[in-house]
């Protein structure tokens, strides 16, 4: 039980460990199927949240309804497509000294900092441009 456990979790952690795009439980759950294919998304679920309270990964809400998962656990900006859907990294801007500015006005503890920019991916962009050139 327990090996089969840790099985899993490797391959959710395979899985997910290089990924930029920010995957749902879904997605992750089809890209480990092959490798375990008894596996349910419960279960993915349950292990993504088990490593997200680990600090192996964390989670990224943008506004979208879904969990979004992000092996990348450095404080870092997000931006969403409003068209497509995709969860992109932002590179760039001071994380630290927005929390700093922030506790700076606040009397509480801070302990972190989720913030996202939305509007056009660089991809949608250019559909959007050809679109309007008609
Ligand atoms: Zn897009
Ligand atoms: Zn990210």
């Not at 979004?68 to 450095?74: E, G, K, M, V």
């Not at 700093?100 to 503890?109: K, N």
């Amino acid at each position: 039980m327990a090996t089969k456990f840790s099985r899993q979790r490797q391959a959710i952690w395979d899985f997910i460990k290089d990924r930029t795009d920010h995957p749902t439980a879904e997605a992750v759950y089809l890209g480990v199927k092959s490798a375990c294919p008894n596996i349910s998304l419960g279960t993915v679920y349950r292990n993504l949240m088990l490593m997200r309270d680990t600090g192996m990964i964390r989670t990224v809400e943008v506004g979208d309804g879904v969990i979004h998962f992000d092996p990348n656990t450095t404080d870092h900006n997000h931006f969403i497509c409003t068209n497509c859907g995709k969860v992109i990294d932002i590179d760039g801007g001071d994380v630290e000294a927005i929390k700093q500015e922030a506790a700076a006005h606040f009397t509480g503890r801070i302990q972190g900092y989720s913030a996202y920019f939305y509007g056009l991916c660089p991809d949608c962009t250019k559909s959007a441009a050809t679109k309007t050139t008609e």
